[in-house]
Structures are given as C-alpha cells and as structure tokens.
C-alpha cells in the first residue's frame, strides 16, 4: 500500500544534509512549506533506517531542536524507525558503517513482531 511517503531527505528539505547544521537550518527556514512540516509534525516515520548512520541521524536530531525551538530529543518530535539491522548497512564512509542506533540520541523501545 502506498501511503504518501517522501524520501528522509525530501521530507527534511535539504538535499543531501552534507552541510553544517547551521546551513540546512537556514535552508529550512527559507522556505516556509519544509519549515511548516518541521514545526507542525507531531510523528516522523523512518523506513530502512538500516540505512541511516548515526552522522545524519544526529545531524537531523540537531536541526530538531533549533527548527522546532525545544531543548529535548528531536525537538519533541516523534521519531519511529523501521527496518532490519540485518539488511543492508549505511554507506561506509571511512570504515566501518555506524548505524544510527549507536548515537546517543537514542532512546527507544524495542517491538520485534514475528509472522507465523
């Protein structure tokens, strides 16, 4: 079924987020339909967040806060990952992969749903 969905770095509306925090904030706040879905958001869902290293995962949590204006995780935005840790890794980029849940950012609880 398909519900809609955007790629992360559509939704967040700036490209590749390969730029300072401070750039992509100011990129988000030129442009008033991502800083809407930025500030008016209650849930952000992440599909194949295997694929998401910690540096974006924190680079997105950092944009959270200031967009948003709020000192707590994400800004008090919602944060729901999907996926499989033993499906395919983010892209290396000097080494080893670093998934996302490794950030200190963290904070979740665990479901693991089996089909029979």
């Not at 990129?27 to 008016?40: D, L, S």
Request: aromatic fraction near 10%; proline fraction near 4%.
């Amino acid at each position: 079924m398909n519900i809609g969905g955007v790629t992360l770095h559509k939704w967040a509306g700036c490209g590749l987020l390969d730029k300072p925090v401070g750039s992509l904030v100011a990129a988000v706040r030129r442009n008033k339909e991502v800083r809407n879905r930025w500030q008016t958001s209650s849930v952000l869902v992440i599909d194949e967040c295997s694929m998401l290293d910690c540096e974006l995962f924190e680079t997105l949590e950092q944009m959270a806060r200031t967009i948003r204006g709020k000192n707590e995780p994400f800004g008090g935005l919602q944060i729901v990952l999907c996926g499989d840790f033993f499906q395919l890794p983010p892209v290396k980029k000097n080494g080893r992969p670093i998934f996302c849940f490794m950030s200190e950012y963290v904070f979740f609880s665990i479901v693991f749903s089996t089909s029979n």
